[in-house]
């Protein structure tokens, strides 16, 4: 079977998060999307350690899903996919800040486990090193590399991988206060990392640029803050669904593939793919933001509105010209420093990758109104109950079958989606890109 995973979430534990994010939205939503696997996330927290032990029970070896007493009634009931359905994965995200070769750092590393019982003993150990209390997120002084010892040493099958890896604050290749490669930072146990979060600002394109990452699996994730927001980046697995199968897969990565046909029938076409074994376990790829919609992709100076491209950032010698102080260099710009070869390159380990945005702002740009419109809302809704869940919409329905349950300027939008015919402003210092499909003049002509 092929099903998507999403391996980054919070729960309403952490800051700036929905107080939707418990385990019945994070179902309810995972279902709408069409998502099989989902992170647990922020499992050191104790409280919602507890909610875990309180309405999880292991289904398939690893993964777990709610008990019976615990499942809500799904957001639109004529999908299939229902929250029982859904398998939660135990993991956090743990953000380390530390003093390393003279530099503090300040790394996120997403920390897995296979089951409550080392997950129990793992938050006890990392207790003794920090404050597990006060954010689901926990901040840590733990330096990476320790921190994936202490994992390791709970259990030999839990794993790691380094969230967003290019963000300039908070990421082990960050520009502000992280490495220059990642035996840098985890030094005798890079071998043990398995793979590697792109995060939202890049995608598997400008990580192939840079050969001493060839040795991870890419993986995208939607680090969610609200159920909503689940699968904006997702990946694509086959085999039967495990701990053991998702750690497997991420171990072997992809099979050096980069889809080069457009987005047509690409379920179909993964189907014929000799070189992918569905019954065993296999990572395909992932779904991705366009990069540039992503909040740190080029430079600038949000304060001042100044945004640039790495030239540009060279040619000023980093510094604002508004108020003079360095302007927060982007992933682009950081790729750029550590690539060793030009674009076009394809890793040994890379699955396939397409570019997508969320069904809710392409339906908001269907109507040319914002994601939080009710009619937007409401078409959104309409179109899964209809066609099924968003990430099969997305990705693998034929036009054909969603010619017959969408409008035409929805289908037209999805066309243009799926060739990336879309218009693209970048995003920079921590505002979000705007990626549009119409201009106002050209919504008119499907009225």
């Given amino acids: 079977m092929i099903y998507f995973s999403d391996l980054h979430v919070h729960s309403r534990y952490s800051r700036a998060t929905s107080k939707d994010c418990d385990l019945r939205g994070l179902s309810q939503w995972a279902a709408v999307k069409g998502i099989k696997v989902v992170a647990t996330g922020d499992f050191t927290h104790p409280e919602w350690r507890r909610e875990l032990h ?18 809500p009634i799904p957001l639109i009931d004529s999908i299939d ?17 530390y003093k390393k070769k003279g530099k503090v750092r300040k790394v996120h590393n997403l920390i897995f486990m296979p089951d ?12 003794a090193r920090g404050n597990l209390n006060s954010d ?4 840590l002084g733990v330096d990476s590399r320790d921190l994936l010892e ?6 030999e099958l839990s794993f790691a991988v380094p969230a967003h890896i290019w963000t300039p604050w908070f990421s082990v290749l960050g520009s502000k206060s992280g490495f220059d490669s990642m035996e840098e930072c985890f030094e005798d146990l890079t071998d043990h990392v398995l793979a590697l979060e792109t995060g939202l600002s890049s995608d598997p394109e400008m990580n192939f640029r840079v050969s ?3 040795n991870f699996t890419l993986v995208s994730n939607s680090d969610a803050h609200s159920p909503s927001r689940l699968g904006r980046e997702v990946n694509i697995f086959s085999g039967q669904p495990s701990y053991l199968a998702i750690r497997e897969a991420l171990r072997k990565g992809g099979n050096g593939s ?4 457009n987005f047509l029938g690409p379920r179909q076409s993964i189907m014929e793919n000799k070189s992918i074994k569905t ?33 540009e950032t060279q040619q000023f010698g980093g510094k604002c010209p508004v108020c003079g102080q360095s302007v927060t260099v982007g992933v682009m710009n950081r790729v750029n420093t550590l690539a060793d070869r030009s674009t076009g390159h394809i890793a040994p380990k890379a699955g396939y990758y397409w570019r997508m945005l969320p069904l809710i702002e392409i339906v908001a740009d269907c109507l040319g109104c914002g994601v939080q419109a009710k009619k937007a809302k409401d078409l959104h809704s309409k179109l899964i109950s209809k066609l099924g869940a968003e990430l099969e919409i997305l990705w693998s329905l034929p036009m054909d079958v969603i010619q017959e349950g969408a409008p035409p300027i929805v289908v037209e939008a999805l066309n243009r989606v799926r060739n990336e015919r879309v218009n693209l402003d970048p995003g920079f210092d921590g505002e979000y890109g705007r990626v549009s499909i119409f201009k106002n003049e050209e919504r008119s002509q499907f009225i």
């Fill in 54 to 71: 309180d309405n999880l029970e292991e289904c398939e070896p690893g993964l777990f899903a709610l008990k019976a007493d615990s499942i």
């Fill in 81 to 97: 996919f229902r929250p029982e359905d859904v398998r939660f994965i135990l993991n956090v995200e743990i953000s380390s800040i």
């Fill in 116 to 127: 409550l019982n080392t997950m129990d003993r793992f938050c006890q150990k990392l207790g």
């Fill in 136 to 139: 689901g997120r926990p901040i």
């Fill in 150 to 155: 202490l994992a390791l040493d709970v259990s």
């Fill in 212 to 214: 001493s990452l060839d």
């Fill in 258 to 261: 980069r889809n080069t046909e």
């Fill in 279 to 311: 019954g065993a376990p296999n990572f395909v790829g992932t779904i991705e933001f366009f990069p540039e919609e992503g909040k740190y992709h080029m430079d600038g100076h949000r304060k001042c509105g100044v945004r640039w491209s790495p030239e």
